[in-house]
């Protein structure tokens, strides 16, 4: 029995160390009225999703790849534009640098964020995607519609 064991120890650690490695990724950027989220699957997809005061939607899916820090997204929607994205971690913050106007948010150059986040530690720049936790994506992006009227007032 021991013989048989080891083999298979091994086996599902090995397999515990590449789920770890190939899993979803997640960002959001606020932009003060709401936010928007990418989801980097491990498969080579990825979506955009929005959210403002009146629900949660889709605004762009797609295919992903990536080659070092660099992260081209490639568009489903016939017409669209590739765009490009450096993932970054500065002051313990991962975030995806845009580059050029065909991205889902405007392009903050990278000196900028930088310096924001010199400037403030505790908030986060507006216009940047910044990871987040699965269960923050997951949580934030299944409220449809997250406000609620006091009864009475209609």
Same mark, same amino acid.
């Given at each position: 029995?021991?013989?048989?064991?080891?083999?298979?120890?091994?086996? $599902?650690? @090995?397999?515990? #160390?590449? #789920?770890? %490695?190939?899993?979803?990724?997640?960002?959001?950027? +606020?932009? @003060? /009225?709401? !936010?928007?989220?990418?989801?980097?699957?491990? +498969?080579?997809?990825?979506? $955009?999703?929005?959210?403002?005061?009146?629900?949660?939607? $889709?605004?762009?899916?797609?295919?992903? #790849?990536?080659?070092?820090?660099?992260? %081209?997204?490639?568009?489903?929607?016939?017409?669209? #534009?590739?765009? $490009?994205?450096?993932?970054? %971690?500065?002051?313990?913050?991962? &975030?995806?640098?845009?580059?050029?106007?065909?991205? *889902?948010?405007? !392009?903050?150059?990278?000196?900028?964020?930088?310096? +924001? @986040?010199?400037? +403030? %530690?505790? /908030?986060?720049?507006?216009?940047? &995607?910044?990871?987040?936790?699965?269960?923050?994506?997951?949580?934030? /992006?299944? @409220?449809?519609? *997250? &406000?609620? /009227?006091? *009864?009475?007032?209609?």
């Amino acid at each position: 029995m021991h013989k048989c064991a080891s083999p298979f120890v091994a086996v $599902v650690a @090995l397999c515990m #160390s590449l #789920s770890a %490695t190939i899993t979803t990724k997640y960002f959001k950027e +606020d932009h @003060l /009225t709401g !936010a928007m989220y990418i989801a980097l699957a491990s +498969d080579g997809s990825y979506t $955009v999703t929005a959210r403002e005061h009146m629900g949660v939607w $889709v605004e762009e899916s797609g295919r992903w #790849s990536e080659s070092g820090r660099r992260i %081209t997204f490639s568009p489903k929607k016939s017409g669209a #534009s590739s765009y $490009v994205a450096e993932e970054v %971690t500065y002051k313990n913050r991962t &975030f995806l640098s845009l580059t050029g106007d065909t991205g *889902p948010s405007i !392009a903050v150059p990278l000196e900028e964020i930088e310096r +924001d @986040l010199d400037q +403030d %530690t505790k /908030t986060l720049p507006p216009y940047v &995607f910044f990871a987040i936790s699965a269960s923050d994506y997951h949580r934030e /992006t299944k @409220l449809s519609y *997250p &406000f609620r /009227t006091r *009864p009475g007032l209609r």
